[in-house]
Every structure is written in structure tokens, then in C-alpha cells.
């Protein structure tokens, strides 16, 4: 038997701006976690970076979506056309340094320079503003930080890491 769960928007998310005031959504909390369809509970079950993109095609089972120019594959909603949003969780998304070898093949990647890092012990929040205008978070080890405010890197992750989300 699989967990099911059950997410209710309160009444001051509901005043804070938010288009509904209940959602249900039936699968188990990883599921809604790693696979959300829309936008507003991609963001409402945790952390997710938000990027602006267009579906532009297929590759098998995933979507080629342009994101700040270059195209990405990455697991789309089943309704999704056009101007979509992509999400990415800061956990799932690796820093390469300029200079390094390139990503390996089949990986997602996107230029930038880090903007700043936040310390958190285990874990690093590493801001990116990436080239095209858009920001990104990533979640590192602290060893894994490469760079200071101003390093050139480039953000990856695998195209399963990703979602094409409704709006």
C-alpha cells in the first residue's frame, strides 16, 4: 500500500497572492515532490528554481525546451506547449568551473558566474546568475564550491532532474 498525500493551501497563502485557495493531489509525497505538474505546487512542496523556457520539440520521452538560448532535454507535463516553466531543485544541479572538462554527454548545462554563496555546515547555497538574465540556486557540499562571486562555472544536470511544469 503507497502513502497517499494530501496538500491544503491555508488561508493566509490564499491572501498572500496564491491562485487557489485548495489543491489534492493524489500520489505519495516523493512523487508531488519530484514530479509536480504546475508551477504552483513545484513551488509549494520546496525549494525549486523557476526558469522561463519554450517547448520547442520532443526527444523521445523528453521535451527539448530553450532555455536563455541554448535547448535542454528535460521530463515534460503531459499538457505542456509553448511558453513553459522549468524546474530545477537546487540539490539536483552540479557547478563545473571554466576550464574544466566538458560536462559529461547527455548533460544539461547552463554558463553563468556565481553571484554569492550562503554557508549552511553541511551545505553551501550558491546563487548563479546565469547568462540570458535568469538566477539559479545551487546546493553544494562546501567542498564542491568552486570560485568566488564574479567565477566564471556553468550549472548542469541530467535531463531526469528536470521539469517542464504548467503554469
Same mark, same amino acid.
Given at each position: 500500500?503507497?502513502? !497517499?498525500?494530501?496538500?491544503? #493551501?491555508? !488561508?493566509? !497563502?490564499? #491572501?498572500?497572492?496564491?491562485?487557489?485557495?485548495?489543491?489534492?493531489?493524489?500520489?505519495?509525497?516523493?512523487?508531488?515532490y519530484d514530479?509536480?505538474?504546475? @508551477?504552483?505546487?513545484?513551488?509549494?512542496?520546496?525549494?525549486?528554481?523557476?526558469?522561463?523556457?519554450?517547448?520547442?520539440?520532443?526527444?523521445?520521452?523528453?521535451?527539448?525546451?530553450?532555455?536563455?538560448?541554448?535547448?535542454?532535454?528535460?521530463?515534460?507535463?503531459?499538457?505542456?506547449?509553448?511558453?513553459?516553466?522549468?524546474?530545477?531543485?537546487?540539490?539536483?544541479? #552540479?557547478?563545473?568551473?571554466?576550464?574544466?572538462?566538458?560536462?559529461?554527454?547527455?548533460l544539461?548545462?547552463?554558463?553563468? @558566474?556565481?553571484?554569492? @554563496?550562503?554557508?549552511?555546515?553541511?551545505l553551501?547555497?550558491?546563487?548563479?546568475?546565469?547568462?540570458?538574465?535568469?538566477?539559479?540556486?545551487?546546493?553544494?557540499?562546501?567542498?564542491?564550491?568552486?570560485?568566488?562571486?564574479?567565477?566564471?562555472?556553468?550549472?548542469?544536470?541530467?535531463?531526469? @532532474?528536470?521539469i517542464?511544469?504548467?503554469?
Open positions: 500500500m503507497r502513502a !497517499q498525500a494530501l496538500l491544503h #493551501q491555508s !488561508q493566509e !497563502q490564499a #491572501q498572500g497572492g496564491a491562485l487557489e485557495i485548495g489543491i489534492a493531489l493524489m500520489g505519495s509525497a516523493e512523487e508531488i514530479r509536480p505538474v504546475t @508551477r504552483f505546487v513545484a513551488d509549494f512542496v520546496g525549494q525549486i528554481n523557476l526558469l522561463a523556457g519554450t517547448l520547442v520539440g520532443r526527444d523521445g520521452t523528453f521535451a527539448v525546451v530553450e532555455v536563455n538560448g541554448a535547448k535542454h532535454r528535460i521530463i515534460a507535463a503531459p499538457n505542456a506547449g509553448g511558453a513553459v516553466t522549468v524546474g530545477l531543485r537546487p540539490q539536483h544541479l #552540479q557547478l563545473v568551473g571554466a576550464g574544466a572538462p566538458a560536462p559529461a554527454a547527455g544539461n548545462a547552463l554558463p553563468g @558566474r556565481i553571484k554569492g @554563496r550562503t554557508f549552511s555546515g553541511n553551501v547555497h550558491v546563487d548563479v546568475d546565469l547568462d540570458g538574465g535568469q538566477t539559479v540556486t545551487v546546493e553544494a557540499s562546501p567542498e564542491a564550491v568552486i570560485g568566488d562571486p564574479g567565477t566564471p562555472v556553468s550549472v548542469t544536470w541530467r535531463p531526469d @532532474r528536470g517542464v511544469l504548467t503554469h
